[in-house]
């Protein structure tokens, strides 16, 4: 989830497990704890686009590391925090929940997360996007409410176990939406005859109403779209895998890595004498050209016989146009 999002969180874990004994110091390190796990980003700056996509999300977001980490930063603040008396334990219970649920948030976006590093098993419930306002608003809203409430307070309690509860009953409520837009998209493929080896579904960008859906297929992947307010019937679009003309690339070092990151979810295409990699798992996005852009793809380019990953960057005018489509999108067909 965004960084706003995963403070709020670890804030509200901090005030759980803390609150009542130090007051506003507990949301401080819990929404530290929370936003520590995130700064594997920093990889971006050390390390080439391939590389730091794998390290994403990797051993920062797992159980080894919030095991690892908590009676290190346990200690660490409570060195600092002489004058509170808690012991270096209840410190390290502190930063263990808060990295911990860090990484099971994370694991409920499409991207998910490595939580049993360093198995290779990234864990994606794909059923919610990365920023969510539902999610994060009424969350952040009981807690700007319990800031101003006493540490003892009844009320101030029941503010964040309201926010707790409220925000994890959003989360059951997606894999519920998640579970009955899979058989939407199911029932179309069937009505339609489609033959089909998997689906792949999640929630289009901040929003768990409109729906998109990957459908892998012999020699082709079908991408389509289900709103809940849709009348129509589903219609799927068609991409050839083309894994015949991409093959030489395709046994590349570098390219094998990306089709490792996309779990097999993937297109290799050529426009214009340049070659796109396509990651598939987070669906399309609206471009004033009326030919959808994937929402991760990359611009490959050989050198010295070896191929290297950028990651084509979306625009401003390209954020605001999908705003406006996904808002006439959602309202349904």
Not at 251 to 261: C, D, E, M, S
Not at 275 to 297: H, I, M, T, Y
Request: aromatic share 14%; hydrophobic share 45%.
């Amino acid at each position: 989830m965004d960084s706003l999002t995963q403070i709020v969180l670890g804030a509200a874990v901090g005030e759980a497990v803390l609150g009542k004994k130090i007051g506003n110091k507990a949301l401080l390190y819990g929404a530290i704890a929370g936003t520590i796990p995130d700064l594997d980003v920093i990889a971006n700056y050390f390390t080439d686009t391939i590389t730091a996509t794998e390290l994403h999300r990797g051993f920062s977001h797992s159980i080894l590391f919030s095991v690892l980490m908590a009676p290190l930063l346990g200690w660490l603040v409570h060195k600092l925090e002489r004058k509170i008396d808690l012991g270096w334990r209840n410190w390290a219970t502190l930063f263990f929940l808060g990295l911990f649920t860090h990484a099971i948030l994370d694991a409920f976006t499409t991207w998910g997360t490595q939580l049993f590093w360093p198995f290779d098993l990234r864990v994606a419930f794909n059923s919610i996007f990365v920023i969510d306002p539902l999610y994060t608003i009424p969350f952040l809203a009981c807690l700007l409410l319990l800031l101003f409430k006493k540490r003892n307070s009844a009320i101030r309690s029941k503010l964040n176990t309201f926010g707790i509860v409220l925000s994890s009953g959003y989360l059951l409520l997606t894999l519920g939406l998640k579970w009955f837009t899979y058989n939407q998209f199911k029932t179309a493929l069937d009505a339609q005859g489609i033959a089909y080896n998997e689906i792949s579904t999640r929630p289009s960008p901040m929003n768990i109403i409109l729906w998109n859906a990957n459908i892998d297929t012999a020699g082709r992947y079908l991408i389509a779209d289900y709103s809940l307010f849709d009348s129509s019937k589903i219609v799927f679009s068609e991409y050839p895998k083309n894994r015949k003309e991409s093959s030489y690339l395709a046994k590349k070092p570098n390219v094998q890595r990306l089709i490792a990151i996309s779990q097999g979810w993937y297109l290799l295409q050529q426009q214009n004498n340049q070659w796109f990699f396509n990651d598939l798992r987070f669906g399309r996005l609206p471009s004033k050209s009326g030919e959808p852009q994937f929402v991760f793809s990359y611009i490959l380019e050989e050198k010295d016989g070896k191929i290297e990953a950028t990651e084509v960057r979306k625009t401003r005018e390209d954020a605001q146009y999908l705003l406006q489509s996904l808002w006439q999108r959602i309202k349904g067909i």
